[in-house]
């Protein structure tokens, strides 16, 4: 595995800031036209006074001297410091909590956004050890730099190299060490107008390595086991991200929920599907009786963020199997959600698809229903017929079927292709008048996922 590169300016933003502690000085350059004090801002920069840098700074010519007054400030040394190492194997954990943040307004609000675990590793200790040189042209300048400069030290100056509130290692200080006042010696040569004062200081500084975030989680659903007796992946574990804290799975405040068609409304724990006299749960929608509105987003927001699209809302269907589809809130209904099912999570046809669901007692052939014609599939609802009367309804011949049962029109007479009283098993079909699915649960049909659904047999995936 190759070796991970790693380079986070430690020491460099402790120079920096070195650095600036020296900047913005000034100095009495002469007099303007009205007699007034003209002040000079020392320039800084970062270099030692060596020969190849004196060079530079006269741009390679004999005929130039540098310009001054100036301030360099550079580092003399770097040593590890074993006085203030402490325990190198320590790992401290800070567990932070964010606010959410608002892309569109570039604000934080008032909700949870991300929670975050930090480990931070134990820093190490150095001792940084700097030097600042002071070029001036004149005494008058150098005291007047030194007077400004050193009342700052007494006998140190602190300096904080990041603003970041898990960066232990941000605060250090600068101590001064030792002033030489000049680098001239006696006597003075003839061929040297600068005079350079140099300061010596240390700064305690930390270096750290990397420190390790995590993002976490809500435990909504515990896993019991991972595999199963063949050595799979068990049906607990529904998904990665889910179980990893990625995403939240919940079913919030043990409300239920009514599903229709495309959009989902809130039903409060108190609250019925119906109270209509003759309802059929196959022709009727459900209709929501109550009062309690229950606004989707402010319910969401206690629990986090919904992605529009990715968000999901999931429903148990009974057994292993989950309809699942994404979810955005309604333009203009804050007590509906927009609903876009995964057709892949719908159930599959096991029956052919009918062309309505119908009353026969009500409706037959000629009268309410199209003429009969070879291939034509009915879901009825009632009875027709018994096995002691098979002289049924003219329209339907002998036709002796029961409620919920699949009846087909063979070319010269209604046959039943399905019969309910025999079946006990789960099968689905599809209503081609409508395009929507149903579901025989081995006593009756319902739509295949539209409808109610109660606390715990559906949740939100955010």
Request: proline share 5%; aromatic share 10%; hydrophobic share 35%.
């Amino acid at each position: 595995m190759p070796q991970q590169f790693f380079y986070d300016e430690q020491i460099r933003r402790f120079l920096l800031q070195y650095i600036r502690a020296f900047s913005n000085f000034q100095v009495e350059y002469g007099k303007d036209r009205n007699g007034n004090t003209t002040l000079l801002t020392v320039p800084v920069k970062y270099g030692d006074s060596t020969r190849m840098v004196s060079s530079i700074l006269r741009e390679n010519s004999e005929n130039k001297i540098i310009p001054t007054p100036m301030i360099s400030c550079y580092i003399t040394g770097l040593e590890y410091n074993p006085e203030r190492r402490q325990d190198p194997t320590f790992v401290d954990k800070k567990h932070i909590r964010m606010r959410k943040f608002d892309i569109n307004t570039n604000t934080y609000n008032t909700q949870q956004g991300n929670a975050f675990t930090i480990e931070r590793l134990m820093p190490v200790p150095y001792t940084l050890q700097m030097a600042t040189d002071i070029w001036t042209s004149n005494t008058n300048q150098k005291l007047q730099l030194m007077e400004q400069i050193l009342v700052l030290f007494n006998p140190a100056l602190e300096i904080q190299s990041t603003d970041n509130y898990l960066d232990w290692t941000s605060l250090s200080y600068i101590e001064l060490q030792q002033v030489q006042f000049s680098n001239r010696s006696v006597p003075v040569g003839v061929d040297e107008q600068i005079d350079i004062a140099t300061l010596s200081f240390t700064v305690p500084i930390y270096l750290t390595a990397p420190a390790k975030v995590k993002k976490l989680g809500v435990i909504n659903k515990i896993v019991a086991s991972i595999f199963d007796d063949q050595g799979g992946i068990a049906e607990g574990v529904i998904d990665g991200q889910i179980l990893m804290g990625e995403r939240m799975k919940f079913t919030p405040m043990n409300f239920g929920i009514i599903v229709l068609g495309n959009t989902i409304q809130i039903l409060d724990r108190s609250e019925t599907t119906t109270n209509k006299v003759d309802y059929s749960p196959l022709n009727d929608p459900p209709e929501k009786v109550g009062t309690d509105d229950v606004s989707w987003a402010a319910l969401i927001n206690q629990y986090g963020e919904m992605q529009p699209g990715i968000s999901q809302i999931r429903l148990e269907t009974g057994g292993s199997a989950e309809i699942v589809g994404t979810i955005a809130f309604h333009p203009s209904d804050p007590y509906k959600l927009l609903f876009t099912i995964q057709s892949d999570t719908i159930p599959t046809n096991d029956l052919p698809a009918v062309d309505k669901i119908i009353n026969p007692l009500r409706s037959a052939p000629d009268a309410g229903l199209a003429t009969a014609a070879t291939g034509q599939r009915y879901l009825i609802l009632n009875a027709i017929g018994d096995a002691d009367n098979t002289d049924g309804p003219d329209a339907w011949g002998d036709l002796v079927a029961g409620a919920n049962d699949v009846i087909e029109y063979t070319g010269n007479k209604w046959e039943v292709m399905f019969d309910s009283s025999n079946e006990s098993g789960v099968h689905y079909l599809t209503n081609s008048n409508t395009n929507l699915q149903y579901k025989y649960t081995g006593n009756e049909w319902v739509k295949s996922y539209e409808g109610e659904y109660r606390a715990g047999d559906w949740s939100i995936v955010i």
